[in-house]
C-alpha cells in the first residue's frame, strides 16, 4: 500500500497561506514576524471579517485585500517607531496600532477609538488574540494625553495629512516623535521640512516603500521641537 498523505482542509491551507505570505512580505517591509506573531496578525484579519459583516468597521474586501491593504502598510511603519508608549489616533479596526505591538516588543499601543462599535471590536481582538502589548481608549486622544504623554503619535487614514500633522503634534511634549503615512513617493527633504514647520516638528526618518498592488507611499518620523524649524 502507498502512504497515505494527510489532508488538509481548506481553512487550514488558508491559514497557512496567509501566515507564509504576510511572513514574507513583512520581512521585505523591515519588520520581521516570528511565527507566533504572523499567526496574531492573520487571526486579526479573521476576526475583522466576522465582526465586518454586521459593524463595517473597513471598506468591502477580501483578507487577503486587507493584508495587503492594511496589514502591510501599518507593518510599514513598525521599524520607524521609537520604543515606549505609542498613541494611535482614530485606530478604527486596529491599524496600525495592533501590527505595530505584535511586531516590536518594546512598544506599548494605546488604541484610541472613541466610536463605540470599533472599540468593543478592538478589545475583542486583542483580549482574544493574546495582544498584551496594546490597550484601548474610547476617550478622545486629548484627554487620554493628559493622563499620560505619550512617547510617539500615529494615525493612518483617519486624517488629511495637514491636520494630523497639527492634531497630533499637540498631544506631544518636547522630543516627543509623531509618524505620518504620506501619499506617493515624491517627498524631497525641503517639502518635509515645510510640513512639519508649522506644527514645530522636524523630520528624522523616513521610509519609502511598495506594497505589490497598492500605490507608492512613504512613511515619516518626525521630531516636537522648541521652536519651528529653519
Do not use: C
Not at 494625553?145 to 494615525?155: C, D, L, Y
Amino acid at each position: 500500500m502507498g502512504v497515505r498523505t494527510p489532508m488538509v482542509d481548506a481553512a487550514t491551507f488558508h491559514v497557512e497561506h496567509l501566515t507564509r505570505r504576510l511572513t514574507e512580505a513583512a520581512a521585505r517591509l523591515g519588520a520581521p514576524l516570528s511565527g507566533g506573531a504572523a499567526a496574531k496578525l492573520v487571526g486579526h484579519l479573521r476576526l475583522l471579517a466576522e465582526w465586518n459583516r454586521t459593524h463595517n468597521l473597513v471598506g468591502p474586501g477580501t483578507i487577503e485585500d486587507w493584508l495587503s491593504r492594511h496589514t502591510l502598510d501599518s507593518l510599514a511603519a513598525a521599524s520607524l517607531v521609537p520604543a515606549g508608549t505609542g498613541f494611535d489616533v482614530g485606530s478604527g479596526a486596529g491599524f496600525p496600532g495592533i501590527p505595530i505591538a505584535v511586531a516590536r516588543p518594546d512598544v506599548r499601543m494605546v488604541l484610541i477609538e472613541p466610536r463605540q462599535k470599533r472599540a468593543a471590536f478592538l478589545q475583542a481582538a486583542i483580549g482574544s488574540l493574546g495582544i498584551d502589548r496594546a490597550t484601548v481608549e474610547s476617550r478622545q486622544s486629548s484627554a487620554v494625553a493628559i493622563a499620560k504623554r505619550p512617547v510617539f503619535v500615529i494615525s493612518r487614514a483617519t486624517f488629511p495629512v495637514v491636520e494630523w500633522i497639527a492634531t497630533g503634534a499637540a498631544l506631544l511634549g518636547f522630543g516627543g516623535q509623531l509618524v505620518a503615512f504620506l501619499p506617493g513617493g515624491g517627498w524631497p527633504e525641503e517639502k518635509l521640512v515645510a510640513l512639519g514647520r508649522a506644527a514645530n516638528l522636524a523630520p528624522t526618518a523616513r521610509k519609502d516603500y511598495e506594497i505589490p498592488g497598492q500605490p507608492a507611499r512613504t512613511v515619516v518620523l518626525f521630531v516636537r521641537e522648541d521652536a519651528p524649524v529653519g
